[in-house]
């Protein structure tokens, strides 16, 4: 390794010096060195956040780690602090929680796990990236990973993106080992990770209906059907293996068969209502829903629930879900144009190059956000790019670039409707470090080129 960091002849141009980095990474004696280099380096990264933000591991705001802890006190999975079922938030992640705690981990331990996964989701990037192109893509790809300010925030949060991103690269890892002379076992574990994916963060099943439908599409172009059955039904299998105990727990004890969760109703009013819109979106850009007009707004909803429905409907989490997309629908309906402000702002938002209240005292790590997201932007399209140029002929990158494509407009479009902020992009950032890997590919492409255009003369 110390070659690659050696300093060249003067007089090299630094091009010279990217090519002559990038043609190291694919050579045989740095085949794993360099992704083993990168996972060392997001480790360290990863402690050294979870060390200097440890105080956040005690803000569960999403209470997530309450109900891990009821879960294993009250042995159900309840509201918090209660013996009432609920399906308010996706299960996995307290799941995973209450694993953790039962061991005797305590928060710390949590925050190692969640140092562990996003060390993980940096490898199988990587690894993932370099089955798709060369060792250099994966190189660039997993370092995009690990630097990346979102990702590494995540791991001292008690949120579900470093979960979810690790399931995802898992899962994207798997995606580019799929052929068509698959077995049985490797599909139905990828629906095994979907179906986990699932229970982290539900929306992804738009992702997954935008994916099944592009599949069926290819299989019926290129006359496949067979083969898209069979895979699909392998796949789904697993998914359903998964997802089912959710299902039928929520029938039993909810007395719906809920597929996702009841929180949806809450996120997309939330988003869409009138105080939100005179607020916060009227308002110039940064400005953020205050405590108090929040809490006022809550109140008045909660006292329109019950006017509505009636006291003892009113708290029931399944009607209570109903009533509020029934009101959030109402007003996207009556207020079109307010809708669309709204969504311009989700859009925005989820798109941020830096949080959008940033205080003076953290100004310059903002700044230091912000060109980093400038440079990853650029770079992810400008990789893209390179790779329909160079591998869009090969199966594993278009099935690849396809899902993580999708995923990235799934996303975008679930978060132009519901609540949305720069932190629900966290997946996003996996895609488009796939993409990025696609910078080291036209480099490495361009020289073979080069090479055999003077060998030809």
């Given at each position: 390794m110390l070659t690659f960091f050696w300093p060249l002849p003067y007089g090299r141009s630094s091009e010279s010096l990217l090519l002559a980095g990038l043609q190291h990474?694919?050579?045989?004696?740095?085949?794993?060195?360099?992704?083993?280099?990168?996972?060392?380096l997001a480790l360290g990264m990863r402690l050294g956040v979870l060390v200097f933000y440890r105080d956040q591991l005690g803000m569960d705001v999403d209470a997530y780690l309450a109900h891990a802890q009821t879960l294993l006190d009250n042995g159900g999975y309840f509201k918090p602090g209660t013996e009432v079922p609920t399906a308010f938030r996706p299960p996995l992640l307290p799941i995973l929680y209450a694993a953790i705690l039962s061991l005797g981990g305590g928060l710390w331990g949590i925050g190692i796990v969640q140092v562990m996964l996003g060390t993980a989701s940096v490898w199988f990037t990587g690894k993932t990236a370099s089955r798709m192109g060369n060792q250099a893509t994966g190189a660039v790809a997993a370092g995009v990973m690990a630097f990346d300010p979102l990702l590494l925030f995540a791991t001292a949060s008690l949120m579900t993106e470093t979960l979810f991103v690790f399931l995802l690269s898992l899962f994207c890892w798997r995606v580019?080992?799929?052929?068509?002379?698959s077995a049985a076992f490797p599909l139905v574990t990828l629906g095994l990770i979907g179906g986990a994916l699932a229970l982290c963060r539900p929306g992804i099943w738009a992702w997954g209906g935008l994916v099944g439908v592009s599949c069926l599409i290819i299989a019926?172009?290129?006359?496949?059907?067979?083969?898209?059955?069979?895979?699909?039904?392998?796949?789904?299998?697993?998914?359903?293996?998964?997802?089912?105990?959710?299902?039928?727990?929520?029938?039993?004890?909810m007395g719906q068969p809920i597929l996702t969760t009841t929180h949806g109703g809450y996120t997309l009013l939330l988003g869409n209502n009138e105080t939100f819109y005179k607020e916060v979106i009227s308002q110039p850009w940064g400005t953020t829903w205050q405590g108090d007009s929040l809490d006022r707004w809550q109140?008045?909803?909660?006292?329109e629930?019950?006017?509505?429905?009636?006291?003892?409907?009113?708290?029931?989490?399944?009607?209570?879900?109903r009533w509020m997309n029934s009101r959030a629908k109402n007003w996207i309906v009556n207020h079109p144009g307010s809708f669309f402000d709204s969504s311009w702002l989700r859009l925005?938002?989820?798109?941020?190059?830096?949080?959008?209240?940033?205080?003076?005292?953290?100004?310059?790590?903002?700044?230091?956000?912000?060109?980093y997201y400038i440079l990853l932007y650029l770079a992810s399209i400008i990789g893209l790019g390179f790779w329909l140029l160079f591998r869009k002929s090969e199966v594993p990158v278009v099935r690849v670039l396809t899902f993580t494509l999708l995923c990235v407009v799934s996303l975008t479009l679930i978060h132009l409707v519901y609540w949305s902020n720069m932190r629900m992009r966290a997946p996003v950032d996996f895609c488009l470090a796939i993409f990025a890997g696609g910078i080291a590919l036209g480099f490495t492409e361009r020289r073979l080129h080069r090479t055999a255009s003077t060998k030809d003369k």
């Open positions: 990474l694919n050579s045989q004696n740095c085949t794993h060195s360099y992704l083993l280099w990168i996972s060392l580019s080992a799929i052929n068509e002379k019926i172009r290129k006359k496949r059907m067979g083969l898209f059955l069979r895979q699909g039904i392998l796949i789904f299998t697993g998914i359903s293996i998964v997802v089912l105990p959710w299902v039928v727990r929520n029938w039993v004890v109140i008045e909803m909660e006292a629930m019950r006017a509505d429905l009636g006291q003892q409907e009113a708290t029931g989490e399944i009607a209570r879900d925005r938002r989820f798109w941020a190059l830096a949080p959008h209240s940033v205080d003076e005292e953290n100004r310059m790590i903002g700044i230091a956000i912000s060109g």
